[in-house]
């Protein structure tokens, strides 16, 4: 595709259950990033992926949250009982390259924990 | 830690008048600077990068200028307009090469 693409755009689910949030960057991009975003507040880094290197996991805020990346591109975050605190939107983003390029970004997965 | 900070959480300003952002950054000396767009709903878009060897760069009627000695970056819109109403995002990368974001500065620009 043409963007970084993130799905489903919108979920709701109960406190307690586990969710899949889906990023396909753009392809070729060896970076890639998630953050989270809460209403009205700014952007709280996640994870970020940078090719074969091990994931910068210094962001997630418990051991509930993880995230893999296969094959070097599409990536999976994956929060485990899920908490009403978690609600917010959870953006994905990717690079070309190393450090100084632009981030593309995704529209978002807007989580609501109920 | 690395950490930077955006001093105006929002900006209303009459419209032709010129909007001025401020980031300001500490423990760290970044070798680039980027701003970004946001708007409701949607994710941030780029609009500029400057490199720490440059003290100023111009798209349009966007600004921006680094400060490696303030540690601060200043973005400004002239000319502004309604349609330029929006989040305004600067990141940095940090030590470990990962993008980091301010909280944002809310602009608002009145017909």
């Known amino acids: 595709g043409a963007g970084v693409s993130q799905s489903p755009s919108n979920k709701v689910t109960e406190k307690g259950k586990d969710v899949e949030l889906r990023c396909d960057p753009i392809s070729g991009h060896t970076a890639l990033y998630w953050y989270r975003q809460s209403l009205g507040q700014g952007l709280e880094f996640l994870i970020y992926?940078?090719?074969?290197?091990?994931?910068?996991k210094s962001g997630l805020p418990s051991d509930r949250f993880s995230a893999e990346r296969t094959g070097g591109s599409v990536s999976t975050l994956t929060i485990q009982r899920t908490q009403q605190e978690d609600s917010a939107v959870y953006l994905c983003?990717?690079?070309?390259?190393?450090?100084?390029?632009?981030?593309?970004f995704g529209q978002g997965t807007r989580l609501t924990v109920v | 830690s690395q950490k930077i900070e955006q001093n105006s959480e929002a900006l209303n300003i009459q419209e032709g008048k010129t909007a001025t952002l401020t980031c300001n950054y500490t423990?760290?000396?970044?070798?680039?600077l980027q701003w970004y767009r946001q708007d409701p709903g949607r994710g941030p878009v780029f609009l500029l990068l400057?490199?720490?060897?440059?003290k100023e760069k111009r798209k349009e009627r966007l600004k921006v200028t680094f400060d490696t000695t303030l540690k601060q970056s200043l973005f400004h819109i002239t000319a502004s307009q309604p349609a330029d109403s929006a989040t305004y995002l600067c990141a940095l990368y940090s030590s470990a090469s990962k993008i980091i974001f301010g909280s944002g500065t809310r602009l608002s620009i009145r017909p």
């Open positions: 992926f940078q090719g074969n290197s091990a994931p910068d």
């Open positions: 983003a990717s690079e070309t390259r190393w450090g100084n390029t632009e981030a593309f």
């Open positions: 423990n760290y000396s970044p070798a680039y």
């Open positions: 400057i490199r720490e060897n440059e």
